[in-house]
């Protein structure tokens, strides 16, 4: 078994695998023969296994232009425990051209960051065509973290005939930005209304009686302006001139108190994670079709406002490292017990992360394990 032992310790499981097979015809009747070929057997398995989920990792990762994670979490493990093993879609690209690939994206991506504008009018544009090249370039997203995104200007509402409203408002000083309209509820929390990248929408639910109030926010590669109100024409937030309070996306998300506001099915017009709940000392739900990613937010004191709650601590969550620890592990310095929830997340074209604006009704749990 000492050939078999070296090749795996070589990263070429299905070498290994070979000689194992080898092995189980000459053991014979040799009990302690066959529990070692055996052991051996079983760490190749689980070799292979892996195998299996970081090519799909790999190949997920490449297609989202998530480069730097293709190569650091996938990409890596397959070059040093799997070598020998193929890509299991035979019309799929190979181990070495995937790697050729991410390198030379990161490559690129840092070139680009290392020429990007100081001058901010330019320097928003510049930052996305890094992440349109490499979308998990760390520096790319911290200096679009940074970047102020220009608020939609006055906002007006006007009723038409049949009742429906029309909301208008003059464009963000930011370029291709899309706008996310709310309507402002009697209860205090907002309801969606739409999204659109024009400068106008129209609101067919509108309730008869006085004129909603609604809210605007433009937002790009999840980088979200202040709310703009359209009872408040002149600047941003709240009519006594205190910014409004928002969510991750930019909107209000607080009612009164500072509370969380009425639970919205689908934040952000993402479907959310159900059945949230613990097993074995693991935090496990449903995961909706279409989502990949989620953002799990925990906070000691109490339910976390939104993602965005400043008192609360944040990490994301892949559907492949759910798949391989079987949940998700709550980090052992946070405070039990405590309140974890988990916000829905959605890759952009551009590969840049938007994280829902709140949680499902059925996505909070208070953890006491």
């Excluded at 320097?123 to 065509?129: E, G, K």
């Excluded at 760390?138 to 005939?161: D, F, H, Q, S």
């Excluded at 979200?224 to 600047?235: G, K, W, Y």
């Amino acid at each position: 078994m000492r050939a078999a032992r070296a090749s795996l310790r070589a990263g070429r499981p299905k070498e290994a695998a070979g000689f194992v097979v080898d092995a189980r015809r000459l053991v014979g009747d040799d009990a302690v023969a066959a529990r070692s070929v055996r052991a051996v057997g079983e760490d190749i398995d689980r070799v292979l296994a892996e195998a299996v989920v970081h090519w799909r990792g790999a190949v997920s990762c490449c297609a989202g232009r998530r480069f730097v994670e293709a190569l650091s979490q996938h990409l890596d493990f397959l070059d040093r425990r799997a070598a020998d093993v193929a890509n299991p879609d035979p019309r799929g690209a190979s181990r070495e051209l995937l790697i050729g690939r991410a390198r030379a994206a990161v490559i690129e991506a840092g070139r680009l960051f290392e020429a990007l504008p100081a001058d901010p009018a330019l320097r928003m544009q510049a930052v996305l065509a890094v992440l349109d090249v490499c979308a998990d370039h760390a520096e790319a997203r911290a200096a679009l973290a940074e970047l102020r995104v220009g608020a939609p200007g006055r906002v007006t509402a006007a009723r038409k005939p049949d009742g429906t409203v029309v909301i208008s408002w003059t464009s963000s000083a930011t370029e291709q930005v899309e706008y996310r309209v709310t309507r402002l509820l009697v209860d205090g929390s907002w309801r969606v209304v739409g999204r659109t990248r024009g400068t106008a929408l129209e609101d067919g639910g509108a309730p008869a009686g006085p004129m909603p109030v609604y809210g605007v926010v433009a937002s790009i590669s999840g980088r979200a302006s202040e709310v703009t109100r359209s009872d408040q024409p002149s600047t941003p937030g709240q009519p006594d001139g205190s910014p409004a309070a928002t969510g991750a996306d930019g909107f209000p998300s607080n009612g009164p108190g500072g509370t969380p506001a009425a639970a919205d099915p689908e934040p952000s017009g993402l479907p959310t994670v159900r059945a949230l709940s613990e097993r074995d000392g693991l935090l496990v739900f449903d995961w909706p079709t279409g989502i990949t990613e989620v953002m799990v937010v925990a906070r000691p004191d109490a339910p976390p406002v939104d993602p965005e709650d400043p008192r609360a601590q944040r990490w994301k969550v892949t559907n492949m490292r759910y798949e391989i620890e079987g949940g998700v592990r709550i980090p052992a310095e946070i405070p039990r017990p405590c309140h974890v929830a988990v916000a829905s997340c959605r890759r952009e074209p551009s590969g840049t992360l938007t994280v829902a604006a709140g949680f499902g009704a059925a996505a909070r749990i208070r953890w006491v394990r």
